[in-house]
């Protein structure tokens, strides 16, 4: 299994793009997740998923969309990038809720100047 | 006032030593206790897990839980400098287990 996979690794925008992160597991998780981590922070949940076709909100999801139109993927649209934006996203997914813990992904850089 | 709250460090302990760290959390539903490590510039991974019912020991590790004082700890024992890491709690709630609020982490420094 690869696990949870993102890309890309690195990415620098203007301000004012948009893009796509994207991410998918390999384990049959229902459930997943998006994080972004400022330098010397803890993770900030964006937005989350229970299911295909089932998206919430988490702390700051303002700034950002997502879809889930399979268990695999769960991609994390910028629109109108912003420096604020700058961070490293993480995804992560989850087999379950009751004793169960989160698989992370390796990240994406993002960078907005 | 933040969900969860942990003492940045650096926390220097001697290899072989026990290091302690803890994390207090504001909310008395919280239900789910989780310890990540993230070692620099990689994603967090799951070291353990502790419902709010009791504590729990897997190998070098020990998860500890102080509901009263509102705190979860984290004990790692014969410390190696391979646990130089910075360390991550998260809790999720009785209401809400699809949400988790993580700490901003401990730095962990083990010195040979």
């Known amino acids: 299994n690869a696990g949870v996979t993102q890309t890309p690794k690195f990415r620098i925008l203007k301000i004012g793009q948009s893009m796509t992160l994207q991410c998918a597991q390999d384990m049959n998780h229902n459930y997943m997740y998006w994080y972004r981590q400022d330098p010397g922070m803890g993770l900030k949940l964006i937005y989350y998923s229970v299911g295909a076709g089932i998206t919430d909100k988490g702390e700051v999801p303002n700034g950002y969309n997502v879809s889930r139109s399979t268990t695999e993927d769960f991609p994390l649209r910028l629109e109108l990038a912003a420096p604020s934006q700058t961070s490293v996203y993480f995804c992560a997914s989850r087999a379950g809720t009751r004793g169960f813990g989160q698989y992370f992904g390796p990240g994406t850089r993002l960078t907005v100047l | 006032q933040k969900e969860v709250e942990q003492n940045s460090g650096p926390l220097s302990v001697p290899e072989g030593a026990i290091a302690s760290l803890n994390c207090t959390y504001s909310?008395?539903?919280?239900?789910?206790f989780f310890w990540y490590r993230q070692y620099s510039g990689k994603s967090p991974e799951l070291i353990m897990f502790?419902?709010?019912?009791g504590d729990k020991e897997d190998g070098r590790f020990t998860a500890q839980l102080n509901k009263a004082s509102q705190y979860v700890s984290l004990l790692i024992r014969d410390s190696q400098p391979s646990d130089s890491a910075t360390y991550l709690c998260?809790?999720?709630?009785?209401?809400?287990?699809?949400?988790?609020?993580f700490g901003s982490g401990t730095k962990l420094n083990v010195k040979p």
């Open positions: 502790i419902y709010s019912n």
């Open positions: 998260a809790v999720s709630l009785v209401y809400n287990f699809n949400k988790f609020y």
């Open positions: 909310d008395r539903g919280s239900q789910s």
